[in-house]
Each structure stands twice: as C-alpha cells, then as structure tokens.
C-alpha cells in the first residue's frame, strides 16, 4: 500500500519561512505534487513536479515557494518563503500523477498523505 507521509509543517510568524517534506514509502511516483486545505475552503493545488524536470506552481505560490523532487521520486520538497496568514492551511502531499505540465486538480492524483499544518501569524 503506497503511504505518504508529510513532515515540515507547524506555526511561524508572516514573513518566515518554512520547508515541507513529502516521502513515499516504498514507492516510486514519476509525479507528485502538493494541495493545501483552509478551513471552509475547498482543497487548492499548490504545485506539481515530474521525473522529466518539468515544475509548476500555483499563481499564488509563483516568486514565493520552491519545489524539488528527489531524483529517486520517492521525496518531495515544498519551500515556502514570505509566508502571510492566507497560507495557513493543511498541506497534503500527492503523488501518481501523470505529468507535472497537466496536474491541476485532485482528480490528477491517485494517492494522498494525511497532512501536516501549517499556521502563519500576523
């Protein structure tokens, strides 16, 4: 059974940065990608990556976040910088996605993790 697990999340104040970790228990996925989640708001897409290099980012996140993906495709790195408050959410990881270029929507993903917070604070 594929299990993600997330790591890297907790509180920081609006400006800070913070570094989350996606990994994948014995498991190879050539596409991965990050969601985030704010209470009463519909599950958005933060970015995607693939084994062929390709990346892509949300508008929001395009200048502030950076991604990168183990070239073992078994981990996936979110780093987040100028955090605000509207990014205080749940972040969950995801991964068997086909490419990173068409990876928009949680239809695009097959396995998910469970989520680790992340609270921004004014």
């Known amino acids: 059974q594929v299990r993600l697990v997330e790591t890297g999340g907790g509180s920081v104040e609006a400006g800070g940065s913070l570094r989350l970790s996606c990994t994948a228990t014995?498991?190879?996925?050539?596409?991965m990608g990050w969601f985030r989640q704010a209470p009463g708001k519909e599950r958005e897409w933060v970015a995607s990556?693939?084994?062929?290099?390709?990346?892509a980012l949300a508008d929001f996140a395009q200048g502030r976040f950076a991604l990168s993906k183990d070239p073992s495709g078994k981990a996936l790195y979110l780093q987040m910088n100028s955090l605000t408050t509207d990014d205080t959410a749940m972040y969950y990881c995801?991964?068997?996605?086909?490419?990173?270029?068409?990876?928009?929507?949680?239809?695009?993903?097959?396995?998910w993790g469970q989520g680790t917070q992340v609270t921004v604070s004014s």
């Open positions: 995801a991964a068997d996605c086909l490419t990173a270029r068409d990876a928009r929507t949680k239809s695009d993903f097959n396995f």
């Open positions: 990556a693939d084994g062929a290099g390709t990346r």
């Open positions: 014995d498991y190879y996925s050539y596409c």
